[in-house]
């Protein structure tokens, strides 16, 4: 069983936030990738992350080149600089992720009616803001923004509280990506009037 949204509204806003994301990973600037979840009042209750700092930065002269399993690295060289990559190894990691963050509802406390969710990404130390018109991005508040190590841990406490369930490791030869979910204290106190 799959469900699948059809409301051309929520699936156009679900298309221009998968743009906006890869255009900012082809750039190499994004450090996490993360699906907020809320209450209908904007309380975060949920966080899914994507750690994608480990991902290689390809210039526009390289040539992503996909191989399967029976494919040597001599018999896919070419000319240009190239980046050889065994898709199948990269599809069959991700599906294993998907199936992962499906099933991770058994381990997680139950969520309210009425939530929202979003996309947010968090830049890398020395990248440049996405800004631009129209503008694909709303800048976080200052409180939230990377100010340290230090301040930035202190400040997710807050937010987000201490309880974190790793998902998984996407691992292949040139793809690194790390995946877990938190769970904040807002959560765990449903009963409260601000939710």
């Keep these: 069983m799959v469900r ?66 029976s494919s040597s690295a001599e018999e896919t060289e070419s000319p ?5 990559i065994p898709m199948a190894d990269v599809e069959e990691q991700y599906r294993a992720t998907l199936m992962k ?7 997680l406390a139950k969520l309210p ?14 990248a440049d803001p996405p800004i631009g018109h129209p503008q694909p991005w709303i800048p976080a508040q200052p409180s939230l923004e990377r100010a340290g190590h230090e301040l930035k841990v202190r400040e997710h406490a807050k937010i987000m509280g201490p ?11 040139r793809i690194k990506i790390e995946c877990w979910v938190q769970e904040s204290q807002a959560k765990f106190s449903l009963g409260q009037s601000e939710l």
């Design 163 to 173: 309880k974190s369930t790793p998902l998984r490791s996407i691992e292949t030869e």
């Design 101 to 107: 963050i499906s099933t991770c509802d058994a381990k």
């Design 80 to 84: 240009l600089a190239s980046i050889i």
């Design 4 to 69: 699948q949204n059809r409301h051309p509204d929520v699936c156009a806003w679900i298309n221009d936030a998968v743009t906006a994301v890869h255009n900012e990973l082809a750039k190499g600037v994004i450090e996490r990738v993360s699906m907020v979840i809320s209450s209908s009042n904007s309380v975060p209750l949920e966080r899914f992350v994507f750690d994608v700092s480990s991902l290689p930065v390809y210039s526009d002269g390289d040539e992503i080149v996909e191989t399967d399993h």
């Design 113 to 126: 009616e009425n939530c929202v969710f979003t996309i947010s990404v968090e830049l890398k130390d020395r």
